[in-house]
């Protein structure tokens, strides 16, 4: 089981709910009450993980903070969830409708995993709003589909490995095949290509469905880049979740460039000792869109259907924490040129390979 997040418990239901939620994987605690007193509104917000759990340094780790800032600005309750190695779509269903039961508005499903069991617990609480992050085939009118066009922060990932790679090879790590995921790997091999046609992408995948540790285990991460170092490749893009962790560190001891996502990867705390090689990385804005969910069902006009955020809107990015990175004034251009035309249209980014 991964590790789970602790806040204060607030009373007898909190207590609750940590029971049932036990009993389906996850534990959990209430971490503070609604300010306000229209029922309809709830207590707070609910997220609960997906594989890799709080401290991924990445995608579920941008959630948290988006639920984290949601409490403190909206001065609400707060609520997350951890999953279990293995579980059912009927832990997910169990997990969900016990938070709704308890009268947390907006529930949010972070991953596209979560897809079965966020259609099924909507049905059943109508006047509950729920999210899922990364899908967009759950229709329902309390329910809002909070997606990205991840293939075009990829892009300019791409332009940025062409520029920066001296043996012209570079390297993509999927966490696990599926289209989410291949949408990074046509984002990045577009821009490598685009950029200089001479440069080879080597490509891999963890692990395919129904098996999901291509998300969860840093080691095969690790052996993945590693094997594509070992190829000549000298810089290694993940999308690969808590298994990045393992590409980059892998980057790391070669002394070679790794490139991150979801979250800014060189700011992240538990990353430090490898931040001299991450290049940059690809932002997602989940923080975001947890928080405009939340605040939407505050405000009493809550948010449903397919909101996707892109680069035009700032919903993907290129980080540039890495000072470094920021000084290659001919990387910086070519990023720069390549963002204007995804913008303006000039540039279309294919979302499959």
């Known amino acids: 089981m991964h590790r789970v997040s602790r806040f204060a418990v607030a009373g007898a239901a909190a207590t609750a709910l940590a029971v049932s939620l036990a009993a389906c994987g996850g534990k959990s605690t209430d971490s503070g009450s609604s300010s306000s007193s229209d029922d309809s509104k709830g207590k707070g917000v609910a997220i609960a993980y997906d594989i890799g759990g709080k401290g991924d340094q990445s995608f579920n780790d941008a959630a948290h903070a988006g639920m984290e800032r949601a409490m403190k600005e909206l001065k609400i309750g707060g ?13 997910k269903v169990q997990r969900l409708t016990a938070l709704a039961k308890q009268g947390y508005n907006p529930v949010i499903g972070i991953g596209f995993a979560y897809a079965p069991a966020v259609k099924d617990v909507a049905a059943k609480f109508p006047n509950t709003t729920f999210g899922i992050v990364d899908d967009e085939t759950v229709q329902a009118k309390n329910v809002a589909d909070l997606v990205f066009s991840e293939e075009q922060g990829s892009y300019l990932a791409g332009v940025a490995a062409a520029k920066t790679t001296k043996s012209k090879t570079v390297g993509f790590v999927g966490g696990v095949e599926t289209p989410l995921i291949k949408k990074f790997q046509a984002g990045y091999e577009q821009g490598v290509k685009d950029t200089d046609p001479s440069v080879k992408v080597r490509s891999q995948y963890l692990t395919q469905p129904p098996n999901f540790d291509g998300f969860s285990k840093p080691d095969l991460g690790r052996e993945a880049a590693k094997g594509m170092i070992d190829g000549g490749a000298d810089v290694v893009y993940h999308a690969a ?56 069902v505050q ?13 035009k809107s700032g919903g993907v990015a290129l980080a540039d924490s890495n000072p470094d990175f920021m ?6 251009e070519a990023v720069k040129k390549a963002e204007e035309g995804i913008k303006d249209g000039s540039i279309k980014v294919k979302t499959t390979p």
């Open 327 to 332: 000084k290659m004034t001919e990387v910086q």
């Open 241 to 296: 979740g808590l298994a990045g962790q393992g590409t980059i560190e892998a980057a790391a001891a070669a002394k070679k460039w790794a490139i991150g996502v979801d979250s800014d990867q060189y700011s992240q705390e538990a990353l430090a000792k490898y931040k001299d090689y991450i290049l940059t990385s690809v932002t997602k804005g989940v923080s975001d869109a947890v928080f405009n969910l939340a605040k939407s």
């Open 79 to 91: 609520e997350d969830v951890e999953p279990s190695d293995g579980e059912s779509d009927a832990d």
């Open 299 to 311: 405000d009493g006009s809550p948010e449903t259907g397919v909101i996707r955020a892109d680069l």
